[in-house]
Each structure stands twice: as C-alpha cells, then as structure tokens.
C-alpha cells in the first residue's frame, strides 16, 4: 500500500512583499500546479490516500477559481482518498462553498478521528489555535490508544518540541512515545525533516510544496509513504519548479570591481535562472570598493526570475593612507581620529564619512 504525506501547501498565499504583481499571480498558480502534478503522481504510483496534514490553503481569502480547481482535481480522483486535517491557516471556506462534499474527501475533527485500510490505522486530530491549544493537545495525547498488531498512522498539525508541552499549538513528542506509532505525518514546518519517535516510529514534516520566501530556502516536495509489514517506509520526493536560494559571497581580498564581479558570477555560475535568489555580500573590503547594492542587482538580475542584493561586508579601514591623503576626505578622518570617541565609533563614523563623500544614498 502506497500513500503521499504533504502538507503547508498554502494556495492563494498572496506572496506580493517582493514579486511583482505579475510574478505573484504566476507563483499562486504554479502552487496549485504542484498540488495537481502531486496528485497525478499519486495516481501513476497506485496510492490509495493522501494525507493533507494542514494548511491546504493559505487564509480565509480563497479565489473562487482556486476553490474549483481543488474540488476538481478531488473529485477526478475517486480511487484517492484526501485526507484532509486543517491547519492554524485553513478555515471552513473552502469547504463550506462546496455543493456537496466529495465521497473521497475524509475530515477530522478535534477529537481522534481514524480511517481503516486493512491493517493500515490513519489516526489523525485537528488542533484549535487559540488559548486552549495546548490542554487539547495533552488529552488527545492521554486518550491515543492504538493496537500493537495494526500499522499505525498519526496526522496532527503543529510544533514538535521534543520533551515540552509549553505554548500553543506544540506538539510534545515524549507523551506519544510508546503509543504503537509507526509514522507520525506532521504539518506547520515548512522544510523536509524526519526523526525517529521511538524503537518503533518515526515523526516527518514533509515540508510545502514550493517555497514562498527566504525563509523556505531549499528543495521543497512531498513523501511518500510505502506500507510493508514490517512498517513504514517513506521516502522524500522533490517537486518543486523554482527554488528559494541565499547565496553567501566572501569578498575578502578582492581588490578591484572587475575581481568582485567575477566573484559574484562564479558564485552563481550554477544556479537554474528559474529560481529566486538572495546574493548576500560579505567579507572585508576597501571602502572605495563597496558593492552598490542597485548596480550590483542590475547587473545580475536579468539573468533570474528574481535576485535581490544584501551587502554585509565590512570595510577595511587603513588609518594611515587616509590620515595622509591631502584631500577632504583626508582632513575628515583626521578630526574623527583625533577625537575623543571610542575606537568602535570612530570606524563607524570613519565608513559613514567616506560613503556619503562619495555621493552613496543612506536608507
């Protein structure tokens, strides 16, 4: 028996911070692509479910279009049960617009709802957000009860916190210890990531789909899960079309513009122009050298879906050949040295000084 464990698919997520209007419709419908080519994978590979382990959708603002592609691409499916467990961003939208709901399209609710396949157990509980949260969570914890005999299957939403019950929505692993779990199928985080729960299970999120930001940098996807006697077997699949990436470039000893652009394009040289990039700038360098974050954007950006800059580097501040240069900038840093500041102000002041001579703008 084969099953998909996804979750944090976040359709209709507006992702409009930084993408263009045009870029962010794209992005919103490339996400429900990936949900349609998961499911499609599904069916070429015989799963008989797939677990939504939470936030299916990103708010309560759902595209009526969105709304029908979803119970389409259900309800062309009926070999594929979903198993759908709301996350802390679903809402009863998406379910309350529809006529009817699909014979294939299974609910929890916020006790332990379980659903039978043979000797396969699908135990799953949704999670109330909010105050309550967490004495929910310690008695659906207290009240799990699973036969040894059967494989045994667990959806929940929310944060693993190994040893703790404290603040809302976590999940503490050590009271499901012991419980007869084979695969715990998470959802909330939005990376990969799999441990083992005991001698006998494991704990998984399976991450989004596609990543939305920096902060979902990465290969995203789905598992899939092959039951066996002798329990779980999963496997994490990459299915994501563009990729979040920061990129960190070390511009120490460049000496010249031509060396730190030839820096830059080594660093990108093997990344697909489909994903979206975050160059951070680091190092120390000549304060006559300091990248321009616009220029250095204009310069590389056209050759990705989106690149922004971040320079973090710190100047090298050679005392000497500015206290002796017979200019303005010369005279300036000669008052800051002579004055009573700390050392620490004083190379602050100092690169302050010498960006805004040389006509940088300030944020």
Same mark, same amino acid.
């Given at each position: ?10 359709? &209709? ?22 949900? @349609?080519? %998961? ?20 708010? &309560?603002?759902?595209?009526? $279009? ?33 006529? $009817? ?35 929910? +969570? ?14 045994? +299957? ?15 929505? #976590?999940?503490?692993?050590? %009271? ?8 715990? @199928? ?6 990969? #990531? ?35 006697? $002798? ?25 010249? %513009? ?40 204009? %310069? ?55 960006? @805004? ?7």
């Amino acid at each position: 028996m084969k099953l998909i464990h996804c979750a944090d698919i976040h359709l &209709d997520s507006k992702m409009d911070s930084y993408l263009t209007g045009e870029q962010a419709k794209e992005r919103r419908q490339e996400i429900l692509e990936a949900f @349609a080519e %998961m499911v499609d994978y599904g069916q070429k590979q015989g799963v008989s479910a797939i677990l939504l382990a939470g936030d299916v959708f990103d708010t &309560d603002w759902i595209l009526r $279009s969105t709304a029908r592609q979803v119970e389409h691409i259900i309800r062309a499916h009926p070999q594929i049960d979903f198993l759908y467990l709301r996350g802390n961003h679903d809402t009863d939208r998406f379910l309350s617009g529809l006529e $009817s709901i699909p014979a294939n399209l299974k609910q929890f609710g916020t006790d332990w709802t379980t659903y039978a396949y043979g000797e396969t157990q699908i135990t799953g509980a949704e999670i109330l957000p909010g105050e309550g949260a967490q004495e929910q +969570i310690r008695n659906l914890c207290d009240t799990l009860q699973l036969k040894p005999e059967n494989i045994n +299957i667990v959806m929940l939403h929310g944060q693993v916190v190994p040893g703790s019950s404290a603040g809302d929505e #976590r999940i503490p692993l050590g %009271m499901l210890a012991g419980k007869n779990i084979d695969y715990l @199928a998470l959802g909330h985080i939005h990376g990969y #990531r799999k441990e083992l729960l005991d001698a006998r299970g494991s704990w998984c999120y399976s991450g989004c789909l596609e990543g939305r930001g920096f902060d979902e940098c990465g290969p995203k996807g789905f598992v899939v899960l092959s039951v066996e006697e $002798s329990g779980v077997l999963s496997q994490f699949v990459v299915s994501s079309r563009r990729q979040f990436r920061q990129i960190s470039v070390d511009l120490t000893g460049c000496r010249t %513009m031509d060396e730190i652009e030839q820096a830059i394009r080594q660093a990108l040289l093997r990344i697909p122009s489909s994903d979206l990039v975050r160059l951070v700038l680091e190092g120390r360098v000549d304060p006559d050298l300091e990248p321009n974050d616009r220029s250095i954007q204009k %310069m590389f950006g056209i050759g990705f879906y989106y690149l922004e800059v971040r320079t973090q580097t710190h100047p090298i501040l050679e005392r000497n050949r500015f206290f002796q240069e017979n200019s303005i900038r010369g005279e300036f840093v000669r008052l800051v040295l002579q004055s009573d500041l700390s050392e620490e102000d004083k190379e602050k002041v100092i690169l302050c000084g010498i960006r @805004a001579l040389s006509g940088e703008e300030f944020e």
